[in-house]
């Protein structure tokens, strides 16, 4: 009788380390998703400064035409300011699509790391079972 009830026992450990690895990857996944939407946020204020430094680019080079200057508009200051800005922002929203990436990497290798320590608990379940059946 004491045999089928720690089988039973076992196989519910087992069953409760299959939950928990379940439950802490869904968790981390939900870290993932509201980790990924502040930084979508923060992508879109980044492109929206990227849009105003365009629109400003314009601005500055309208300007400039309705002033009568029409040659190397390049090496105006007020372009080159207007460009360096440009630069900056557009560099934001690149560094935000690198901060989601990395989001998504780690939530993979903790992803792993969850499974991979569940799993070893669940063999280790396995190999005493087979060692008290020997």
Same mark, same amino acid.
């Given at each position: &009788? $004491? *045999?089928i009830?720690?089988?039973?026992?076992?196989?519910?450990?087992k069953?409760?380390?299959? *939950? &928990? =690895?379940?439950?802490?990857?869904?968790?981390h996944? *939900?870290? #993932?998703?509201?980790?990924?939407?502040?930084? #979508?946020?923060?992508?879109?204020? %980044?492109?929206? #400064? &990227?849009? #105003?430094?365009?629109?400003?680019? /314009? %601005?500055?080079?309208? $300007?400039?035409?309705? =002033?009568?200057?029409?040659?190397?508009?390049?090496? &105006?200051?007020?372009?080159? =300011?207007?460009?360096?800005?440009?630069?900056? %922002?557009e560099?934001?929203?690149? =560094?935000?699509?690198?901060?989601?990436?990395?989001?998504?990497?780690?939530?993979?290798?903790?992803? /792993?790391?969850?499974?991979?320590?569940?799993?070893?608990?669940? %063999?280790?379940?396995?190999?005493?079972?087979?060692?008290?059946?020997?």
């Open positions: &009788m $004491s *045999g009830l720690g089988k039973v026992f076992s196989m519910l450990k069953l409760g380390y299959l *939950g &928990m =690895q379940y439950a802490y990857t869904i968790v996944w *939900g870290l #993932k998703l509201i980790k990924i939407q502040l930084q #979508k946020r923060k992508r879109s204020r %980044a492109q929206n #400064k &990227m849009e #105003k430094a365009y629109s400003g680019l /314009g %601005a500055e080079i309208y $300007s400039l035409y309705k =002033q009568g200057e029409e040659s190397d508009w390049k090496n &105006m200051p007020a372009v080159q =300011q207007e460009l360096k800005t440009i630069e900056e %922002a560099s934001k929203v690149f =560094q935000v699509d690198e901060a989601i990436e990395n989001v998504q990497n780690n939530y993979l290798n903790k992803k /792993g790391e969850i499974k991979e320590k569940y799993s070893s608990k669940r %063999a280790a379940m396995r190999s005493e079972q087979s060692q008290d059946t020997e």
